[in-house]
């Protein structure tokens, strides 16, 4: 009976010996750093892999929020965790030797965090924790990658403060991601330009000595650049005082921005919040922007464009150009801005081109926007120029089926509420106009609308009431019709 008892309390020894050892590995995972000289590095050694959070799981995730342990040189090398086809592998930037104190420079730990990612095969999340800022130099995130991604900042990122400490052949951009398809960059987190020094540069409009620009090269970072990347989305981040544009996309495909708040000084020059250009089938949407230039903007090869639930200002609103700069050809087709609010901005809903340039404007609808003492609140501007140097050319793009519906507010009476300066020898047609109620902002008398060589029609009552424009087609329709893109 003794040797029974005996032998069981062995037994119980060692199983709770066993479930010890068991539970000090699973909350001590060892790390293994690598080398910031590799171009491609491997994943931490044991690095957890991320799974959905379950309802009884987010609890305990939660009360912890410890930074991971210091490496153990020697370490044994665990066998690392099945993953499943519904989890993504975790790369924590910390893991990488990224300190986030702000001051140190945490370039090198965040791209090895992504060169690993990218080539794993399963899907992965690069980990940007919260409670930590992050000194993070102008930077290429290249992929294709091998598998879907997600770059969770929760945490705050940083750019260098002071212009000197940019190299000379990388003060265009801060953050760029190129070929990155499939990628998600979302999170709670804060990523900083400071930019206040940028904008205090002499070349900069709003610095310079007498009013004028300098002549001399002014090159500004923007802060979150895409290039040729498809199946993009951008979801709930901060993002804040770029030296140029806050986000520009260039020849992506399917892009969904939602839930950002872009915030900069009203004064910022150039600080525009989005920028699309040469890209197609992009969605924005539920967004905060005031800035210094505008909320959003549309270049040269744009198609399928939905801006919806947006607020902006103050800045210079939402604008479709500017187009044709240099005598170049420019094409813009299927924009649609829905359900906006644009709060004391230089202009509301606006089609700005140069002179000299060709292609067209075309399938434009601004639908259900709120206007709160906005300069220009509905303005087409064919005569765009930033000098006063600007010659008058004979050509120009032909801007066509534009509807403006349910266009309500206030507009500063320092200019016209609606503006429509179209080119001499390429009028605007097609152009209709409904529900538009536009009232000063302060005094009682309401200002003539501005017409140029504008062809449509009023198809309500508006407030002012749009006489000016011509009814028909211009002669010369055949012959604009040719410039057309789509």
Same mark, same amino acid.
């Given at each position: ?152 900042? *929760? @945490?705050?990122? /940083?750019?260098? +403060? %002071?212009?000197? !400490? ?6 265009? &951009? ?97 600080? *525009? @919040?989005?920028? /699309?250009?040469? +890209? %197609?089938?992009? !969605? ?6 005031? &800035? ?195």
């Amino acid at each position: 009976m003794t040797l029974t008892r005996l032998m069981a309390l062995v037994l119980v020894v060692s199983l709770l010996f066993l479930c010890g050892t068991i539970d000090t590995e699973a909350r001590h995972p060892h790390r293994h750093h690598r080398s910031p000289k590799n171009t491609i590095s491997v994943p931490p050694i044991g690095a957890p892999l991320y799974s959905p959070p379950t309802a009884s799981s987010n609890a305990s995730s939660n009360s912890t929020n410890s930074s991971p342990p210091s490496p153990s040189p020697g370490a044994p090398i665990p066998t690392p965790a099945p993953t499943s086809a519904n989890s993504y592998s975790l790369f924590d930037v910390l893991a990488y030797g990224a300190v986030g104190n702000g001051v140190s420079d945490d370039t090198e730990a965040f791209k090895t965090a992504w060169d690993s990612a990218c080539q794993e095969m399963n899907p992965s999340m690069i980990s940007v924790p919260k409670g930590y800022s992050f000194l993070i130099k102008s930077t290429i995130f290249a992929g294709p990658c091998q598998n879907k991604m997600i770059f969770q900042v *929760d @945490g705050t990122i /940083v750019a260098p +403060s %002071e212009p000197d !400490l940019w190299p000379a052949n990388s003060r265009r &951009n801060w953050l760029i991601f190129y070929r990155a398809d499939g990628l998600t960059l979302r999170g709670g987190g804060l990523i900083d330009g400071r930019g206040e020094k940028w904008w205090d540069l002499p070349c900069k409009p709003h610095k310079a000595k007498n009013g004028s620009a300098s002549r001399g090269p002014c090159d500004s970072p923007v802060a979150l650049r895409f290039f040729s990347s498809s199946n993009v989305t951008v979801d709930g981040l901060k993002v804040q005082d770029s030296p140029q544009f806050h986000f520009r996309f260039d020849q992506c495909r399917y892009v969904t921005v939602s839930s950002l708040q872009i915030r900069s000084p009203a004064l910022s020059p150039n600080t *525009d @919040g989005i920028h /699309v250009e040469g +890209s %197609e089938n992009v !969605l924005i949407h539920n967004s905060v922007i005031s &800035n210094g230039d505008d909320c959003v903007s549309i270049g040269a090869g744009s198609l399928n464009i939905h801006i919806e639930n947006v607020t902006c200002g103050p800045g210079h609103g939402i604008s479709i150009g500017s187009l044709g700069k240099q005598n170049s050809r420019a094409c813009v087709a299927n924009v649609t801005v829905r359900n906006a609010v644009i709060r004391h901005s230089d202009n509301g809903v606006r089609i700005k081109t140069w002179q000299g340039g060709s292609g067209s404007v075309s399938a434009v609808t601004f639908d259900n926007i709120h206007m709160d003492t906005v300069r220009n609140p509905i303005i087409i501007d064919q005569y765009y120029c930033l000098s006063k140097s600007c010659q008058n050319q004979t050509s120009n793009l032909f801007v066509s089926g534009v509807a403006y519906r349910n266009i309500k507010g206030t507009y500063d009476v320092r200019s016209p509420p609606v503006h429509f300066g179209c080119s001499d020898s390429v009028p605007c047609t097609n152009i209709t106009v409904s529900e538009v109620e536009l009232l000063p902002a302060t005094g009682q008398i309401i200002s003539d609308p501005f017409c140029w060589n504008v062809y449509g029609m009023a198809q309500t009552m508006t407030i002012p009431p749009l006489l000016c424009l011509q009814e028909g087609l211009p002669r010369s329709i055949m012959d604009i019709d040719s410039n057309k893109c789509y």
